[in-house]
């Protein structure tokens, strides 16, 4: 059974840091691009960063040089390290693998960021 289980949200302070992990299970890891989306309370699920098989990354703007996705393809896990976190950065944050038109996602994990 396919799983994605995420790790390491919570609460944090305005400027601090989080590191997000995204651990997977039974399925070809390393040939997925693994993505990191975020939901807000009554917004729409939007793409945080995402990394390919060959290690291209890509960013939402909002989060360009705060954020930094990374994979390690013998630990089928993919991490988002967050620093200079923002209020606006509060959501829910799941990870995604996806390959063709084949999609898993996590279940979740919250990160709020206030004072």
């Known amino acids: 059974q396919v799983q994605l289980v995420e790790s390491g949200g919570g609460l944090v302070q305005p400027g601090g840091s989080?590191?997000?992990s995204c651990a997977g299970s039974a399925f070809s890891f390393s040939v997925y691009t693994m993505?990191?989306?975020r939901q807000?309370?009554?917004k729409q699920r939007e793409l945080v960063a995402q990394i390919t098989r060959r290690d291209t990354t890509n960013y939402l703007d909002s989060v360009k040089g705060r954020f930094t996705i990374s994979r390690d393809n013998a630990k089928n896990t993919v991490y988002l390290q967050m620093n200079n976190l923002?209020?606006?950065d509060t959501a829910v944050?799941?990870?995604n693998a996806n390959f063709a038109s084949t999609d898993?996602?996590?279940q979740g994990t919250q990160v709020t960021v206030s004072s």
């Open 18 to 20: 989080l590191r997000l």
């Open 35 to 37: 993505a990191w989306y």
């Open 40 to 42: 807000a309370p009554g």
């Open 86 to 88: 923002k209020p606006e």
């Open 93 to 95: 944050y799941y990870c």
């Open 104 to 106: 898993f996602w996590g």
